[in-house]
């Protein structure tokens, strides 16, 4: 895991697609700047999936 950029941890995020692992690398030497260089490079997702964090279901028995 990755622990360089603290303050991203935390924040809402919007995730609008997938790219291709090369495209990825492509983008991790070279910063794209426009709409249209990325929506080239997109792919949508087939469905989508919302999560929410829930509390365990098990909890310490302290009557031990």
Same mark, same amino acid.
């Given at each position: 895991?990755?622990?360089?950029?603290?303050?991203?941890?935390?924040?809402?995020?919007?995730?609008?697609? #997938?790219?291709?692992? #090369?495209? $990825?690398?492509?983008?991790?030497?070279?910063?794209? #700047?426009?709409?249209?260089?990325?929506?080239? !490079? !997109?792919?949508?997702?087939?469905?989508?999936?919302?999560?929410?964090?829930?509390?365990?279901? $098990?909890?310490k028995?302290?009557? #031990?």
């Amino acid at each position: 895991m990755q622990q360089g950029k603290p303050n991203l941890i935390g924040n809402d995020y919007l995730v609008i697609g #997938t790219v291709d692992r #090369t495209d $990825w690398k492509k983008g991790q030497q070279t910063l794209i #700047t426009s709409i249209e260089s990325m929506r080239s !490079i !997109i792919h949508d997702f087939k469905k989508v999936l919302e999560f929410e964090l829930q509390l365990p279901r $098990w909890v310490k028995d302290d009557k #031990t």
